[in-house]
T-cell receptor
Framework: GIQVEQSPPDLILQEGANSTLRCNFS?????LQWFHQNPWGQLINLFY???GTKQNGRLSATTVATERYSLLYISSSQTTDSGVYFC?????????????FGKGTLLTVNP | DGGITQSPKYLFRKEGQNVTLSCEQN?????MYWYRQDPGQGLRLIYY???????QKGDIAEGYSVSREKKESFPLTVTSAQKNPTAFYLC?????????????FGPGTRLTVL
């Protein structure tokens, strides 16, 4: 099935810094979602972005489907941005019924 | 409010007991999913259902069972056959008809086997 790799696995920032999280996937996709998992475990939808660029406040995302990667940008980070960021995809091949998750990036924003 | 609810938030079970986790959604979504998350890992698919009275096994279905008698409800039973049931369980539903449409998640249930 499709493979999803996220980098870096861990990231520590000072409040106010910018960051870029990367998601590589091994095959073409019909869906790509970015999630933020908060300390209570809730998965919060950030972006549904199988291709193109989207922005929502301090967050933006870009997916280059032809090159099989997506980037999540966090600008002017805040302590509330801390948590795990997951990339998940629905492949266009045999596993096209489910979201396949990467292992996530653990972001810590210090005051 | 529209959304996905899961109950209970925390659940403790003795070895050898079956336990059922609840998942309800009032979003009128057709498809529903159950995922399992282990510490430091991403989510893995247990079962999914596209329509009422139909469901399919995901990647790690052994030791679990589900039912889909109503569109809004998709309960998961963790049976005594599940060898390592302690985990965080997340329910999701999908908007629209396409397989690739956006999924939304409930708040999760933490199951601990004593």
């Amino acid at each position: 099935g499709i493979q999803v790799e996220q980098s870096p696995p861990d990231l520590i920032l000072q409040e106010g810094a910018n960051s870029t999280l990367r998601c590589n996937f091994s095959d073409s996709v019909n869906n790509l979602q970015w999630f933020h998992q908060n300390p209570w475990g809730q998965l919060i939808n950030l972006f549904y972005i199988p291709s193109g660029t989207k922005q929502n406040g301090r967050l933006s995302a870009t997916t280059v489907a032809t090159e099989r990667y997506s980037l999540l940008y966090i600008s002017s980070s805040q302590t509330t941005d801390s948590g795990v960021y997951f990339c998940a995809v629905v492949g266009s091949g045999g596993s096209n019924y489910k979201l396949t998750f990467g292992k996530g990036t653990l972001l810590t924003v210090n005051p | 409010d529209g959304g996905i609810t899961q109950s209970p938030k925390y659940l403790f079970r003795k070895e050898g007991q079956n336990v059922t986790l609840s998942c309800e959604q009032n979003l009128n979504h057709d498809a529903m999913y159950w995922y399992r998350q282990d510490p430091g890992q991403g989510l893995r698919l247990i079962y999914y259902s596209q329509i009422v009275n139909d469901f399919q096994k995901g990647d790690i279905a052994e030791g679990y069972s589900v039912s889909r008698e109503k569109k809004e409800s998709f309960p998961l039973t963790v049976t005594s056959a599940q060898k390592n049931p302690t985990a965080f369980y997340l329910c999701a539903s999908r908007v629209g008809q396409g397989w690739y449409n956006e999924q939304f998640f409930g708040p999760g249930t933490r199951l601990t086997v004593l």
